[in-house]
Each structure stands twice: as C-alpha cells, then as structure tokens.
C-alpha cells in the first residue's frame, strides 16, 4: 500500500476544523446581511423626504418676453428705415417713414373742401338777403293786385266797368300769391341749407363733413412717421428696407419690451400639489453657468400645453397610455440680471414649496 503525501495530509487535515469555525459565522452574519437592503432603501427614503422635500424642479423652462410687432397704420413705400437690427430704442423714437406725397395731397384736397363748403354758405347767407328782399316785393306785388282788384269791383257794381278789366285784376292777384308763395319757399329751403345740426352745434353740417376729411387726412399724413411704441431692442428688422410696401396691419419690425423677461416654465401635474403663487424660485440659465436668479411663481397656467395645442389629443381609442401633462407656471425675476436675458433661452428652476 503506497505512503500518503505529507503535504496532502496536512493540507487535508485540518478542513474539517475550518468548516466547522465558518459555519456559525455565516449562520451569523446572514440576518444582517438580510438587513441591509431594507434599512438602506428606507434611510434613503428618509433622507429625500426630510432633506429636499420642499422643492420641485424642472428643466422645461424658457425665458420669454413680450414681442411688439410694429406695423404701418397707412399703405405706402419705405422712404427711410432709422433703425438697425439689435438697436436699443426708446418709447417715441422714429423706427421708419413712409413717403408722405399721396397724404400731403389728401390733406390740400380737404383743405380746398373746406373752403368750397365755405364759400357756399357764403353764398347760401347773400341767397337768403336776396331772397328776403324779393319777398318783400312780392308782398308789396300782392297786396298792390289786390287793391287793384278792389277797385275794379267797385266800378263793375256801378256799371262803369267790364267783366274783362275784372278778370284781369283777379289774375293779377292770383299771379302775385304764387309768386309770394314761391319766394318763400325758396327762403325756406336756403335757411333749411345754413341750419346747424345738433350733433355740430354752431357749424354747417357741409363745413363740418370737409373739415372731418381735413382731420382724417392730416391723421394719415402724421401716421407716415412710425415711431416705437415701447422701449426695447430691435428685432426682425430685415423687412423694413427702403422701397417696401407697406401694408396696414402687416408688421415690419419687432421690438423686444424692454424689463419683459420672465420665465415660462413646464411643471409636472404632479409637481403642483403645494405649488402657488409667491412661492420663492431659483433660477438657473444654461447659456450662462454658474449665474444664478431669484425669482417667484407669478401664477400658474389655466390649462396643460396639450390642451391649448392646435391639435389636442383625443384619448378616445383602446390602446391609451397614461401620460404626465405639463402645465405652464409663469416665474418673474426678481432682480436685475449681469447678462442679457435673450428671449427663448433655456433654464431651470426650482420652486421652495415648503415641507411637507
């Protein structure tokens, strides 16, 4: 029968001793090992619930500004632009001007309207003076036919007279009655063209018409000039080139408000449970690192994005599939900030919405 191995014997001696040692320590360790997983999952849960409860964030936030879009309020060619694109400009400043031959005209039109109108209630007033002295005459006719007439009968009941002379005299007096009666409707109708309406006490009507016109024009030519209607920055700027057209209502240039900036931001539904307006925020804004804002929720949106899209989602067959809306929360800025604000930047905020 062959020798055992030394070495074998006495590396194969003592595993038996050694299972024997590990084993209780394995029967001990396992409860523990058992745990550790729980009680991390819960001290990690403790941990956000007591260390950053009282803030929710989001980075679907954006900087924006109001807009102005400055249109020509009359139809017209450029004839000088005085602006630049990313210019500053001031409430009042001329941002371009429209060439104001065609309004100077209308307004020497109106002008000679006005002075038609008056010239013919010039001629209107001489009209009545003549017309009230033919009136007089033709009373005067009247009266003289008359009398005529009068006597006429007279001589006829004494014999000294003929049928003939009498019918005369009662056509002489027929004849000045019409006459009367035509003088003055002709007063009429001439103190009918001088009165006053009521809605322009003490002015022709005709005169008030021309100098309407007067003011319309006159408005028309001022409006040539399109001055800034808010202090900003120019945007936009490429269509108002001398030579455009310029037609009412369609925008030539842009002007950044000036002191506009704010931030829209998409909040989570979930996230607005204890959100509300005053609410602290810090704001962070990816093109400039490290700068931070304060600011505050100014108030929150009164409908999610989707629901105000141009096509909304219709939810209305089987396969539906929950989804998260977003709801716009307007943040103001608070404070001014060490770099320009640019309309349409990224950002991110957070809300202090408090413990729970």
């Known amino acids: 029968m062959a020798e055992a191995d030394p070495v074998s014997v006495i590396n194969a001696a003592p595993a038996p001793a050694m299972k024997a040692r590990n084993q209780p320590l394995a029967r001990r360790l396992r409860p ?203 945007a936009q700027s490429g269509r108002m080139m001398a030579g455009q057209m310029v037609f009412p209502g369609v925008p030539m240039v842009s002007i950044v408000r000036a002191g506009s900036a704010r931030i829209d931001a998409n909040f989570k539904e979930t996230d607005l449970g204890r959100m509300q307006p005053g609410q602290p925020a810090d704001i962070s804004i990816d093109a400039y690192p490290g700068m931070k804002l304060k600011g505050h929720v100014e108030s929150i949106g009164a409908g999610t994005g989707s629901e105000f899209s141009v096509l909304p989602a219709q939810n209305a067959t089987g396969n539906w599939v929950k989804v998260i809306q977003r709801v716009p929360v307007r943040i103001t800025i608070d404070g001014k900030a060490d770099r320009p604000l640019i309309a349409g930047l990224s950002a991110k905020v957070k809300v202090h919405v408090g413990k729970r």
Request: charged share 20%; proline share 3%; aromatic share 4%.
């Open 32 to 234: 523990g090992l058992m745990l550790i997983g729980p009680v991390l999952i819960v001290g990690g849960g403790l941990w956000y619930w007591f260390s950053s409860p009282d803030v929710v964030s989001t980075d679907n936030a954006y900087i924006k500004a109001d807009i102005v879009a400055v249109a020509g309020e009359v139809t017209g060619l450029v004839e000088s632009a005085n602006v630049r694109e990313n210019q500053q400009v001031n409430a009042g400043d001329v941002l371009f001007t429209i060439n104001p031959s065609p309004y100077r005209v209308a307004v020497a039109q109106a002008d000679a309207q006005i002075a038609a109108a008056q010239a013919r209630i010039t001629g209107l007033q001489a009209e009545v003076g003549a017309n009230a002295a033919e009136l007089a005459g033709a009373r005067d006719d009247l009266v003289l036919a008359q009398s005529t007439l009068a006597r006429e009968k007279a001589l006829l009941d004494r014999g000294f007279n003929t049928r003939a002379r009498m019918d005369i005299a009662e056509h002489a007096v027929a004849s000045a009655r019409d006459r009367l009666a035509s003088v003055e409707a002709e007063v009429v109708k001439a103190r009918a063209q001088l009165a006053n309406g009521s809605q322009v006490p003490g002015l022709n009507p005709a005169i008030a018409a021309a100098q309407s016109q007067r003011a319309t024009a006159a408005l028309n030519l001022e409006r040539t000039v399109v001055r800034a209607p808010a202090s900003g920055r120019i």
